[in-house]
């Protein structure tokens, strides 16, 4: 009898940020973004002097969790939730550990995007999303595979999750997702009218 399976798995976490026990006060949260964002002049000297619209702490500040006790709540938070997928994805990490490796605030304006791009010699990488106001961009996810597919048809717009090209996940403000650090992913333009799209990104590596 022929049956046919689906191989080599690209898993996606979903959930809430507070829902592993680890609580985060998300009205702080987002006063800190702003407070931050507005402090961190070598911040927005970095993102002028690159094009980066709106504001992001990546190439700035390094120590976040340090600096400010909210942040230190939302990696208590997040390394339960990694831990968690890293169950799921049956790591096998011996005597080393998945540890938190970086952690930036990103706020987005309307009309602003980020383009695809991985993150490398990461483990695990993911968003946790602060403020999401109507029209505000999903996160679009791209099969690995796709470079590979040179000569195949495109799919029927009804498709499977599993066999899309292209997944959007549209989450809300105090959700958090997870992903392999080599999946392709972007941001697509922010159709928010007036209001900033808001989180905080992260990578956690083994070490």
Known sequence: MSQIR?????RLYHARLS??????????????????AEDDEAGQV???ENGYPGYTSYASLTDLP???????????????????????????????T???EDIWINILPPGGIHTGHIHPHSVISGTTYVAM???????????????MMMA?????????????????????????LLWESWLRHEVPMNMA??????????????D
């Not at 829902?19 to 931050?36: F, N, P, W």
Request: proline share 6%; hydrophobic share 45%; aromatic share 12%.
């Open 6 to 10: 689906s191989l080599f798995a690209t």
């Open 46 to 48: 970095w993102c002028e």
């Open 152 to 176: 195949a048809p495109p799919r029927v717009k009804e498709a499977r999750e599993e066999l899309r090209s292209f997944i959007y996940i549209k989450p809300v403000a105090g959700d958090v």
């Open 19 to 36: 829902e592993l026990g680890a609580h985060v006060d998300q009205a702080e949260l987002k006063r800190s973004c702003y407070g931050i």
């Open 98 to 100: 998945l540890q938190l």
């Open 133 to 147: 106001p109507d029209g505000a961009s999903a996160l679009k996810l791209e099969d690995p595979r796709l470079p």
């Open 193 to 206: 009218e007036e209001d900033e799209r808001i989180s905080v990104s992260f990578n956690y590596k083994w």
């Open 66 to 96: 340090w600096r400010f006790p909210i942040f230190a709540d939302v990696v208590k938070a997040l390394d339960a939730h990694v831990a968690a997928f890293a169950a799921d994805l049956q790591f096998d990490l011996g005597e080393k």
